[in-house]
């Protein structure tokens, strides 16, 4: 397992770093006035506890507890830090089965998350049992692309929530994968899916534009890349004009560092996802300058 305080000690060495702006990354520090740390996870998958020494893959890592630490470490550090999830919070362990998410959202509100967008396998105790839960998750959800409208979860989500910290404004969206082919339509009901490309960039504009957001998130379970023309979330970069941060999920993609992408202007945007079933946390640091320039840099660690 990662040494903690040699990770707080050490991320600018280890990690991504793109200037928003043309801001280079000495100036960045010499000149830094505000930062903002965004954390995040995707597809957790219901796991809790932490693998087994033995086990082959993940030995000795993830678990809900360790997050908690790691997270509360960084927030002493920096005050000013959100914590999201990028979907398929649900499925994969006796928990789930057992309870069909409720100890999910509760333990994810005792984290103090501040949002969450849903996967395909949110949807996995049918839409009423999302809803059933609900009351349990202390933290907003959000999707932009899911049309509730004729469902019990009409009224239950955000297309965005904005966040104001340290007198930044964060504006973040949520889109969703196609369900149709992924999870049986009783299951999903009247839900409709939007052309998650044309979503956003609706929403980015609004974010931008109308409400005037200083730096603006996606939370996608689309997935990071695929070969086809399906919508992934490098093409959600290349497609969006004032997204800089990308929080993905889906395809339990492990990326040691953010991809740096080009945005439709030929910007840089991050893309970022940290695998699955809890076993790193991502972190993304904003650096705005005395002339509220803003560079960001991020990094997966390892829980």
Excluded: W
């Excluded at 907003?140 to 019990?152: E, H, P």
């Amino acid at each position: 397992m990662m040494n903690r305080r040699n990770f707080l000690a050490n991320t600018t060495a280890t990690s991504a770093f793109i200037a928003l702006g043309g801001l280079s990354l000495n100036s960045c520090i010499l000149d830094t006035k505000k930062k903002i740390t965004i954390l995040h996870t995707n597809d957790v998958h219901s796991h809790i506890d932490p693998f087994p020494q033995e086990h082959s893959e993940f030995p000795n890592l993830g678990g809900l507890a360790r997050r908690a630490t790691l997270v509360e470490a960084i927030r002493k550090e920096n005050p000013n830090t959100l914590l999201f999830d990028a979907g398929d919070i649900f499925q994969g362990t006796p928990y789930f089965n057992f309870y069909g998410g409720e100890l999910e959202f509760k333990l994810m509100s005792m984290l103090k998350y501040d949002a969450a967008t849903i996967g395909n396998h949110d949807f996995d105790n049918g839409i009423d049992g999302l809803f059933a839960q609900l009351p349990h998750a202390k933290f907003q959800l959000i999707s932009a692309n899911y049309d509730f409208s004729n469902t019990v979860m009409n009224g239950f989500t955000k297309p965005y929530e904005i966040y104001t910290v340290d007198d930044i404004k964060i504006g973040v969206y949520g889109l969703g994968i196609e369900l149709d082919g992924l999870v049986t339509k009783k299951l999903f009901k009247e839900t409709v899916y939007l052309n998650p490309f044309e979503i956003a960039q609706d929403t980015e504009r609004k974010l931008k534009e109308e409400e005037k957001c200083d730096i603006i998130i996606c939370l996608s379970h689309l997935g990071y890349q695929y070969d086809s023309s399906k919508p992934d979330d490098l093409k959600l970069a290349a497609n969006t004009k004032y997204t800089n941060l990308i929080i993905g999920g889906h395809t339990h993609t492990f990326l040691d560092k953010p991809t740096i992408a080009k945005n439709s202007a030929n910007i840089d945007v991050l893309v970022n996802q940290v695998g699955c079933y809890g076993v790193n946390l991502g972190r993304i640091d904003f650096y705005f300058d005395s002339k509220n320039n803003i560079s960001a840099d991020g990094v997966s660690i390892a829980v």
